[in-house]
């Protein structure tokens, strides 16, 4: 590992970066999708003019496979120069979101794909109206229509859960509305929240942050882990009834949304779109749940080693081995990153210095800048950008290759696939990611210097397990316990909300851990319960992408070709189909059991050295 301490690109103090301050080549180069902010706006009036001309489709599509083709590129154009305004928009104001400029035009920006929505609404109900054996005739008999096969074989499969005309313009007109819950939620969480300061382990006044909070709990000192822990959930707990009624009503708008297309569940309504058995989910909290004594056992031995009475949620990350409290800059982080990936092959590695040498990254975090870190998906024609808040631990090098992971699958996707492919199902999402981790971690062990650090990297993956296979299975499973009971016409409060994610994560950890009240507010502050039933995805992921891993490591060359396979499927086939390519099946308990499996053995081996 790279032992550099100075960090010349970043400032010191204890205050947050102020972002002009920082050298370009760590912040996002917004040029690549739109020169200037003109641009944007003539690509608004464009899509804004086009709203009207839909009209001149309606009623007319099953007429010929000529007019079908022409709706259906009419459509996607709109679609494309609409997707790249959402990417300025949402980088954009992802930068500073006290920013009331940003804010406008993503306003504005919504307000637009709402009324896109509503005049192509006619689109889909049409389409399945005019019926398969039609439009399968269509297909013969215009070539260019070919390629639309799956798409409308996935349209028809989802038949009965479409709406006529009317009542699809409606719900598209619903969609803003909807989305009220989360995008207040988001703004709270990441501009308007005043965190208080505390004290660091040397004295000094650090103001709390998301970036502050996770380094934190990596801390030696426990007595400054406790102050930040509780810190940061203080603003939480203080407007725990505006945040419990965001979340229910986010929880109503998925139960709206999941009734008026007739589906049996929220659930359903979630999974059912991207052909995901409800058994998958099921399988999965079923499994987790039948095996926590691997968890249980990790809480145990980090209670002993730690020397404390009851282990605390912010004694959960901390290191039970001496450290050399490592930093690692950006750069340093970026040169591990790519020499863990050299045996994905060169297609891979050309991709993935196209975007560390040209800015689709933005490194630091800023006062304003959105928490925590993404990817930001397929835009036709522009490519995917990467957000870092870069804290200088070796969690920041595994968020840089996950992201990575995301940032390459968008990048081969919309390369090699058709607009109306180019994208993947979030089933797939966490795939590409986590198959990155897999492979740094392998990398990190292999060139370990010694006992304790390859001990070190043994306990960072078991921490990757059980955030990433337990923690997110726990989330799954509490939130479809929330949805579950508002169904059943429950009233959440917000002590109901708190009580029943203690419980379950007294449940996942066992005796040896002591909730502490703070915990139980985790619903008021994680954004994925907005996201509708997306958090399993990371739990399955992990399973699929130790076996991607694995082939490739065991298999070279083919299965580096399938892994490349895999990420440039997009959505040209269902997502179950496009993991069987790869050689996972998640229909079956293997891939799950070799993550509980896995833990076994590095619990094994990390009792043995103890």
């Not at 489709?57 to 996607?76: K, M, P, R, V």
């Not at 099921?282 to 095996?291: E, F, Q």
């Not at 001496?322 to 340093?332: A, G, I, L, M």
């Amino acid at each position: 590992m790279i032992n550099e301490r100075i960090f010349s690109e970043e400032n010191s103090s204890g205050s947050l970066m102020q972002r002009d301050k920082i050298e370009d080549k760590y912040k996002w180069n917004l040029k690549d999708i739109y020169e200037t902010e003109e641009l944007w706006e003539e690509d608004f009036k464009y899509v804004k003019s086009k709203i009207e001309e839909y009209k001149t489709y309606e009623g007319t599509i099953g007429n010929s496979a000529d007019t079908l083709l022409a709706l259906l590129q009419f459509d996607e154009e709109v679609g494309i120069k609409y997707d790249r305004l959402h990417l300025y928009s949402f980088l954009a104001k992802d930068l500073d979101l006290a920013n009331t400029k940003y804010q406008a035009m993503a306003g504005r920006l919504q307000d637009l794909g709402s009324k896109l929505g509503s005049a192509g609404s006619f689109i889909r109900p049409e389409l399945i109206e005019i019926g398969k054996e039609k439009i399968a005739k269509f297909l013969a008999e215009k070539e260019e229509l070919a390629h639309y096969e799956h798409y409308f074989d996935n349209m028809f499969r989802t038949a009965e859960h479409s709406l006529d005309k009317d009542k699809e313009e409606i719900l598209s007109m619903t969609v803003q509305m909807r989305q009220t819950a989360y995008q207040t939620f988001s703004y709270f969480k990441n501009a308007d929240i005043k965190y208080p300061t505390t004290i660091d382990s040397d004295g000094n006044d650090v103001e709390i942050s998301d970036g502050r909070y996770y380094s934190a709990l990596f801390n030696k000192d426990r007595a400054y882990r406790e102050r930040v822990y509780k810190g940061y959930y203080a603003p939480m707990i203080e407007h725990r009834n505006m945040l419990s009624s965001l979340f229910n009503g986010s929880i109503h708008a998925n139960i709206f949304t999941a009734k008026v297309r007739k589906f049996k569940s929220t659930r359903e309504a979630a999974l059912k779109p991207n052909n995901i058995p409800l058994e998958v989910y099921d399988n999965l909290v079923k499994a987790v749940n039948d095996n926590l004594a691997p968890l249980h056992r990790w809480a145990a031995i980090k209670k002993r080693v730690l020397g404390v009475d009851k282990l605390h949620p912010y004694d959960s990350y901390v290191s039970i081995f001496d450290s050399d409290d490592t930093k690692y800059s950006y750069d340093e982080g970026v040169k591990i990153v790519r020499e863990s990936l050299l045996p994905l092959g060169e297609e891979y590695l050309t991709a993935l210095d196209k975007a560390f040498d040209n800015r689709w990254i933005d490194v630091y975090e800023t006062k304003g800048k959105r928490g925590g870190a993404y990817s930001s998906g397929t835009s036709y024609g522009v490519h995917p950008y990467v957000l870092l808040n870069w804290n200088h631990q070796m969690n920041d090098v595994s968020t840089l290759t996950h992201e990575m992971g995301h940032n390459m699958h968008s990048y081969f996707t919309e390369k090699y696939q058709p607009y109306v492919y180019a994208d993947y199902p979030i089933f797939l999402a966490e795939v590409a990611s986590i198959t990155n981790e897999a492979m740094l971690m392998d990398y990190l062990i292999a060139n370990s210097k010694s006992k304790l650090e390859k001990l070190n990297l043994i306990e960072m993956y078991l921490n990757k397990i059980v955030t990433t296979f337990y923690r997110q299975t726990r989330f799954a499973e509490y939130e479809q316990l929330v949805h579950e009971k508002t169904e059943a016409g429950e009233s959440l409060t917000p002590d109901d909300l708190c009580k029943l994610y203690s419980e379950m994560y007294q449940k996942y950890w066992g005796p040896d851990m002591e909730v502490d009240d703070e915990e139980s507010y985790t619903w008021a502050r994680v954004p994925h319960f907005y996201y509708g039933f997306y958090v399993f995805q990371y739990a399955t992921g992990l399973a699929a992408a130790e076996l991607v891993a694995k082939n490739v490591k065991d298999k070279g060359q083919e299965g580096v070709d399938s892994l490349m396979q895999f990420l440039k499927a997009g959505k040209s086939k269902y997502a179950i189909d496009v993991l069987k390519d790869a050689g996972v099946d998640m229909t079956k308990p293997e891939p799950v059991k070799a993550v509980i499996d896995t833990m076994n053995r590095l619990l094994d081996e990390l009792e043995a050295e103890l």
